[in-house]
């Protein structure tokens, strides 16, 4: 008979299966009979491992080996002498099988890219092509953040669009929610007259959920915007910037939704108001692959010479995601 770990609930109920991930106050647990179910944490009375498990305790210390009941509590077993190294309650466990990152011994390496485009030769001839992607490094106390887009576009051999933005973040995490961020925005758009529009920020921010199934950030602080046009007097100045970073994966990882907006505000006369903003939702298939349907929007309240002051763009790409 195949072993298989065993949890024991407060009402008396009994499950087996295999143990998955306790971060918060949610146990996964993997059955054979409804897959991955999860477990509030308050309603476990005890848990027994059929092998040894990674487990972060209350105190920070770090404890690989089999977790089992006893009379007094949970012991933690020894996986080569069977041996007890830890006695501890279920109310003293942080953390089972968490992420390197959590418990500050490595980096996760999350992303995802995509990529559309078209083409047509005959009595017309038109061309357009896609590419976005954002790629996070996860420690710990560091974040480190790299997004951006290039969009281009032509038309009987003349060009409609041609623009580009990235954007490189560091994020350090003084505590578990609240973190301080140093950015840099790097921006070009040939019809909107910017050769590059340089944007560098200092501010905090604030992370109100944080996992592989929903994230969200909002942050505020003080940006230093330089503009350099093609055609108009180029200029510099202050602002504030507020942003929000969203995502959120909805009916049982059917589809992801997410968003992201930057906004800066310049206080001068006359002032100024810069907005970027990225919605869409993103449908996983299998080995990583996506299609992807997104919404993106720039807003400048001062364009030069009386030019549109919003773009918006409708995009339909396939991406790669990876965790």
Same mark, same amino acid.
């Given at each position: 008979?195949?072993? /298989?770990?065993?949890?024991?609930?407060?009402?008396?109920?009994?499950?087996?299966?295999?143990?998955?991930?306790?971060?918060?106050?949610?146990?996964? !647990?993997?059955?054979?009979? /409804?897959?991955?179910?999860?477990?509030?944490?308050?309603?476990?009375?005890?848990?027994?491992?059929?092998?040894?498990?990674?487990? &972060?305790?209350?105190?920070?210390?770090?404890?690989?080996?089999?977790?089992? %009941?006893?009379?007094?509590?949970?012991?933690?077993?020894?996986? =080569?002498?069977?041996?007890?190294?830890?006695? #501890?309650?279920?109310?003293?466990?942080?953390?089972?099988?968490?992420?390197?990152?959590?418990?500050?011994?490595?980096?996760?390496?999350?992303?995802?890219?995509?990529?559309?485009?078209?083409?047509?030769?005959?009595?017309?001839?038109?061309?357009?092509? &896609?590419?976005?992607? =954002?790629?996070?490094?996860?420690? !710990?106390?560091?974040?480190?953040?790299?997004?951006?887009?290039?969009?281009?576009?032509?038309?009987?051999?003349?060009?409609?669009?041609?623009? /580009?933005?990235?954007?490189?973040?560091?994020?350090?995490?003084?505590?578990?929610?609240?973190?301080?961020?140093?950015?840099?925005? &790097?921006?070009?758009?040939?019809?909107?007259?910017?050769?590059?529009?340089?944007?560098?920020?200092?501010?905090?921010?604030?992370?109100? !959920?944080?996992?592989?199934?929903?994230?969200?950030?909002?942050?505020?602080?003080?940006?230093?915007?330089? &503009?350099?046009?093609?055609?108009?007097?180029?200029?510099?100045?202050?602002?504030?910037?507020? /942003?929000?970073?969203?995502?959120?994966?909805?009916?049982?990882?059917?589809?992801?939704?997410?968003?992201? %907006?930057?906004?800066?505000?310049?206080?001068?006369?006359?002032?100024?108001?810069?907005?970027?903003?990225? #919605?869409?939702?993103? !449908?996983?298939?299998?080995? *990583?692959?996506?299609?992807?349907?997104?919404?993106?929007?720039?807003?400048?309240?001062?364009?030069?010479?009386?030019?549109?002051? *919003?773009?918006?763009?409708?995009?339909? #790409?396939?991406?790669?995601?990876?965790?």
């Amino acid at each position: 008979m195949a072993l /298989a770990d065993t949890v024991w609930l407060k009402n008396g109920d009994k499950i087996t299966g295999t143990l998955g991930v306790k971060i918060s106050n949610k146990l996964t !647990f993997k059955t054979a009979y /409804a897959d991955e179910i999860k477990i509030n944490w308050n309603d476990i009375k005890s848990i027994d491992a059929d092998k040894p498990i990674l487990m &972060q305790l209350s105190d920070g210390s770090i404890v690989n080996g089999r977790l089992i %009941h006893s009379a007094d509590g949970q012991v933690i077993l020894d996986e =080569e002498t069977n041996t007890p190294m830890v006695d #501890t309650e279920l109310s003293e466990i942080h953390y089972i099988n968490p992420t390197v990152d959590l418990i500050g011994e490595g980096y996760v390496w999350t992303g995802n890219m995509s990529l559309g485009g078209a083409f047509n030769n005959g009595n017309s001839t038109n061309r357009n092509m &896609q590419f976005n992607g =954002e790629s996070v490094l996860r420690g !710990f106390d560091n974040r480190y953040t790299v997004q951006g887009y290039y969009y281009w576009a032509e038309d009987n051999d003349q060009q409609t669009q041609n623009n /580009a933005r990235v954007r490189g973040q560091y994020d350090n995490f003084f505590t578990k929610k609240w973190y301080g961020y140093v950015n840099t925005i &790097q921006e070009k758009d040939r019809f909107r007259d910017i050769r590059l529009r340089s944007t560098y920020s200092v501010g905090t921010g604030y992370q109100f !959920f944080e996992s592989e199934k929903r994230n969200l950030s909002l942050e505020g602080g003080l940006s230093y915007i330089t &503009q350099d046009y093609y055609e108009e007097h180029d200029e510099n100045h202050a602002a504030l910037r507020w /942003a929000v970073n969203y995502n959120q994966y909805l009916f049982d990882s059917f589809v992801q939704a997410f968003h992201r %907006h930057e906004l800066t505000y310049t206080p001068r006369t006359p002032s100024q108001i810069l907005l970027y903003s990225s #919605t869409g939702l993103r !449908f996983p298939f299998i080995f *990583g692959l996506s299609a992807s349907t997104q919404v993106d929007y720039n807003y400048d309240s001062r364009p030069v010479d009386d030019r549109r002051k *919003g773009d918006t763009r409708a995009l339909f #790409t396939l991406g790669y995601s990876w965790k």
